[in-house]
Nanobody, 111 residues
Framework: VQLVESGGGLVQPGGSLRLSCAAS????????MRWFRQAPGKEREFVAR????????YYADSVKGRFTISRDNAKNTVYLQMNSLKPEDTAVYYC?????WGQGTQVTVSS
């Protein structure tokens, strides 16, 4: 299993970023996928989840209405569109499948 996140960076408050996670080594089209994040000095926390067929999505209260999880099963990729970013969204963002994680991508929200 390999999960490779990309798309992080530095953005001003109120800005947007789209994260991508390219997956391989398993049947992506049958896999529920998740995004998590970990801020400095804090535990990793759940951000969003999407079912294998994209019918069902679920979000942490802290990102609901601002973030959107989506997927392209033809590309074996899951996305996280992040809008109206806040400084408290600063963290390393990870995509996850079962017990597997990617290496993460840093998102920094700062003016």
């Amino acid at each position: 299993v390999q999960l490779v996140e990309s798309g992080g960076g530095l953005v001003q408050p109120g800005g947007s970023l789209r994260l991508s996670c390219a997956a391989s080594g398993f049947t992506f089209s049958r896999a529920d996928m998740r995004w998590f994040r970990q801020a400095p000095g804090k535990e990793r926390e759940f951000v969003a989840r999407i079912s294998w067929n994209a019918v069902s999505t679920y979000y942490a209260d802290s990102v609901k209405g601002r973030f959107t999880i989506s997927r392209d099963n033809a590309k074996n990729t899951v996305y996280l569109q992040m809008n109206s970013l806040k400084p408290e969204d600063t963290a390393v963002y990870y995509c996850g499948y079962a017990a597997y994680w990617g290496q993460g991508t840093q998102v920094t929200v700062s003016s």
